[in-house]
């Protein structure tokens, strides 16, 4: 819990004011990942990130974050994505069920830990069923200028 505290305000501190989820009127829904990286896909995990990052960031405007971080030992990963509206969480969750690259995500990644924060519709929910059940809404908080 702590890890992902520290991991949430660190990402919070340094995204622009429109893109983080700080305050009860903004509409960022935030996914946080951890995930155990599969032995055999450990060799080109590098390569196959940086093949997600960029189709990410070129086929979604509507994804304002999108970071992996990894363990020393190259065994765990964190996945930090923070997305403008509950809209642009759904097109990526429905973007990614039909990727070319979903089986190989799915094949690399062991997700162990999946939050989604923010204000989620009944069909982001129901989208993101077979992946998690772990909504949270924001309760309180606030953004330093």
Same mark, same amino acid.
């Given at each position: 819990?702590?890890?992902?505290?520290?991991?949430?305000?660190? +990402?919070?501190?340094?995204?622009?004011? =429109?893109?983080?989820?700080?305050?009860?009127?903004?509409?960022?829904?935030?996914?946080?990942?951890?995930?155990?990286?599969?032995?055999?896909?450990?060799?080109?995990?590098?390569?196959?990130?940086?093949?997600? =990052?960029?189709?990410?960031?070129?086929?979604?405007?509507?994804?304002?974050?999108?970071?992996?971080?990894?363990?020393?030992?190259?065994?765990? +990963? =964190?996945?930090?994505? +923070?997305?403008?509206?509950?809209?642009?969480?759904?097109?990526?969750?429905?973007?990614?069920?039909?990727?070319?690259?979903?089986?190989?995500?799915?094949?690399?990644?062991?997700?162990?830990?999946?939050?989604?924060?923010?204000?989620?519709?009944?069909?982001?929910?129901?989208?993101?069923?077979?992946?998690?059940?772990?909504?949270?809404?924001?309760?309180?908080?606030?953004?330093?200028?």
């Amino acid at each position: 819990m702590k890890k992902i505290f520290l991991i949430l305000m660190t +990402v919070l501190l340094i995204l622009p004011m =429109s893109s983080y989820a700080g305050h009860h009127n903004d509409k960022s829904i935030i996914f946080y990942l951890d995930m155990n990286v599969a032995s055999e896909k450990a060799e080109n995990l590098d390569k196959f990130v940086a093949y997600l =990052s960029e189709t990410v960031e070129r086929t979604e405007p509507g994804t304002t974050y999108y970071k992996y971080f990894i363990s020393a030992d190259k065994t765990k +990963v =964190s996945l930090l994505e +923070v997305y403008q509206d509950d809209a642009a969480a759904l097109f990526h969750v429905k973007s990614f069920l039909k990727a070319v690259h979903r089986d190989e995500f799915l094949d690399t990644f062991e997700i162990t830990n999946f939050q989604v924060l923010g204000e989620s519709s009944e069909e982001l929910k129901l989208a993101m069923a077979d992946f998690t059940d772990d909504h949270r809404n924001l309760i309180d908080g606030y953004k330093r200028k």
